[in-house]
Nanobody, 124 residues
């Protein structure tokens, strides 16, 4: 599966952005999907994950209550709605697809396919 992330940009603190990740192929609903982010000089970190049907979600503590992950399997797209953005949310955001869950949903190695990333910059 190929993933294309979009929707990043420059926003003031307290603002909102919605990221999208479009997937190619007819098996999108077979994948759990995740969002990660990577700030300059830091490791890639888990942000959120959604199960194949959209019924289950998981979040990093740092974004819980502010970010919402969702998916539309008919459109082969996963979204990340980001509200109340903070300067520390500044990073390149990546979407990722996980075919077979091995119990480590917050780990980079869990995911099989990655998008190219979209830059999110939050100014103070």
């Amino acid at each position: 599966v190929q993933l294309q992330a979009s929707g990043g940009g420059l926003v003031q603190a307290g603002g909102s952005l919605r990221l999208s990740c479009a997937a190619s192929g007819r098996t999108f609903s077979s994948y759990s999907m995740g969002w990660f982010r990577q700030a300059p000089g830091k490791e890639r970190e888990f942000v959120a994950r959604i199960g194949r049907s959209g019924g289950s979600t998981w979040y990093a503590d740092s974004v819980k209550g502010r970010f919402t992950i969702s998916r539309d399997n008919a459109k082969n797209t996963v979204y990340l709605q980001m509200n109340s953005l903070k300067p520390e949310d500044t990073a390149v955001y990546y979407c990722a697809a996980d075919r077979f869950y091995s119990g480590t949903y917050s780990q980079v190695a869990e995911y099989d396919y990655w998008g190219q990333g979209t830059q999110v910059t939050v100014s103070s």
